[in-house]
């Protein structure tokens, strides 16, 4: 299976695939937003309304280069588009060193 983040770190950019993966989470983020809205047929204007905010915030959400999203706001407009908001937090697996397959050995000379 083909890894972009296994793929680069073999090359040593392990921070461009950081990056890339955190650029994909947020587009994810404001497609599903975007989505849900037009499936819902609300405009973005109606959308504030309901939600209480700003078109300025409704803007940002739906924006692939927004990182700033908040879990209330999130709630919020999820609830006006009758979605819920789930998180996931995955541990990061640790790279093991390269070892050797044997105990280590004091050798004592005689």
Known sequence: MFSLRSSITQY????????????????????KLASLRKESGLSQKELV???????????????????GHSLNMLRRVAEVLGATVRIELNRVRQQKRAGVAEYRTDYKVK
């Open 49 to 67: 309304q309901r939600a209480g905010t700003t078109q300025q915030q409704i803007s940002r959400l739906e924006s692939p280069s927004y990182e």
């Open 12 to 31: 040593g950019n392990l921070a461009f695939a950081d990056r890339f993966k955190k650029a994909g989470e947020a587009w994810d983020v404001a497609l």
